[in-house]
Nanobody
Framework: QVQLVESGGGLVQAGGSLRLSCAAS????????MGWFRQAPGKEREFVAA????????FYVDSVKGRFTISSDNAKNTAYLQMNSLKPEDTAVYYC????????????????WGQGTQVTVSS
């Protein structure tokens, strides 16, 4: 049974940093892409970043480029999202997700999802 478990969310002031983790289990993810999405109240779930598990290629939405960094530790089957220079508009529930092969910005194309972790950025 595949499980994705996020951790690391919390409350932080604007300009601060948080590091999210996504621990994956239940299968081999070597041909998968791991993605991070977020959903703010009343808004649709949006793509934030993705990493190709085997090759390490990374992808970001424009609004987080230069502030967020996605990475993975294959030995630990864990993906990370380092978030720096946080802004109030980054406030959302953050989800990790996995899909086979190439990355996608569409949530519906991801097979597996975590339960989400709340990130709140105060002004």
């Amino acid at each position: 049974q595949v499980q994705l478990v996020e951790s690391g969310g919390g409350l932080v002031q604007a300009g601060g940093s948080l590091r999210l983790s996504c621990a994956a289990s239940g299968r081999t993810f070597s041909r998968y892409t791991m993605g991070w999405f977020r959903q703010a109240p009343g808004k649709e779930r949006e793509f934030v970043a993705a990493i190709n598990w085997s090759g390490g290629s990374t992808f970001y939405v424009d609004s987080v480029k230069g502030r967020f960094t996605i990475s993975s530790d294959n030995a630990k089957n864990t993906a990370y999202l380092q978030m720096n220079s946080l802004k109030p508009e980054d406030t959302a529930v953050y989800y990790c997700a996995a899909r086979k092969l190439a990355y996608s910005v569409y949530p519906g194309s991801y097979e597996y999802w975590g339960q989400g972790t709340q990130v709140t950025v105060s002004s």
